[in-house]
């Protein structure tokens, strides 16, 4: 059964220093896995996506994850913080064949100026 | 611009009253989701629905239905609203085929019973 862990429930880190919010995940076969996004106040937005293709993947604002299969775990980083960045972030993985997914219980980032 | 909408953002209710939810999302997609947030939970799917007039249970459907008459309109109904139905209620929908389809979610209705 497929299932996603993230391991923080808060990450805090200081404007203009790097981010890593950690996912690992369980799966049977090669999963497809996302970040989402959510802002105070806004709608959950697709950051990122891995579907066997490369497993370094890039999405948006300069987010970026790595699929490592070895290690379970698609683990999300950003090179350096920045106050909008501010949000709720959500690791999912594909539940089988059909249309559901399974999320992460979520990280909030804290970011300290 | 792609867009889901909610008919809602906060709903206070009391409790034993039928609740309606709606959700219209204007990209003509197929699948339409019914999810609750709730903290340290992530999102957990009630109801989600492939085509008009179909319907699938998700993980936590006790207490809800849900109706699909239009393609383009997805409704939750809590038939008895009860006080741990006190939620965030999330609307989303994709192209139809492969579950990697990006979602595209509403903003959320934020859902109190008394």
């Known amino acids: 059964a497929q299932s996603v862990t993230q391991l923080d429930s808060h990450v805090s880190v200081s404007e203009g220093t790097p981010v890593l919010l950690r996912c690992n995940y369980s799966?049977?076969?090669?999963?497809?896995l996302f970040w989402y996004v959510q802002h105070p106040n806004k709608g959950l937005q697709l950051l990122l996506k891995y579907t066997s293709a490369a497993t370094l993947v890039k999405g948006i604002n300069g987010f970026e994850a790595e699929f490592k299969k070895s290690e379970t775990s698609f683990h999300l980083t950003k090179p350096s913080a920045h106050m909008s960045d501010a949000a709720e972030y959500f690791c999912v993985v594909i539940r089988g064949s059909n249309y559901q997914l399974i999320w992460g219980a979520g990280t909030k980032l804290i970011i300290k100026p | 611009d792609v867009k889901v909408t909610q008919s809602s953002r906060y709903l206070v209710k009391r409790t034993g009253e039928k609740v309606f939810l709606e959700c219209v999302q204007d990209?003509?997609?197929?699948?339409m989701f019914w999810y609750r947030q709730d903290p340290g939970l992530g999102l957990r799917l009630i109801y989600f629905s492939y085509d008009v007039k179909m319907k699938e249970k998700g993980d936590i459907p006790e207490g809800y239905s849900v109706s699909r008459e239009k393609k383009e309109r997805f409704s939750l109904i809590l038939e008895s609203a009860s006080t741990n139905q006190t939620s965030m209620y999330l609307c989303?929908?994709?192209?139809?085929?492969?579950?990697?389809?990006?979602?595209?979610f509403g903003p959320g209705t934020r859902l109190t019973v008394l």
């Open positions: 989303a929908s994709s192209l139809s085929g492969l579950a990697g389809n990006e979602q595209f």
């Open positions: 990209m003509d997609h197929e699948n």
């Open positions: 799966s049977s076969y090669s999963p497809s």
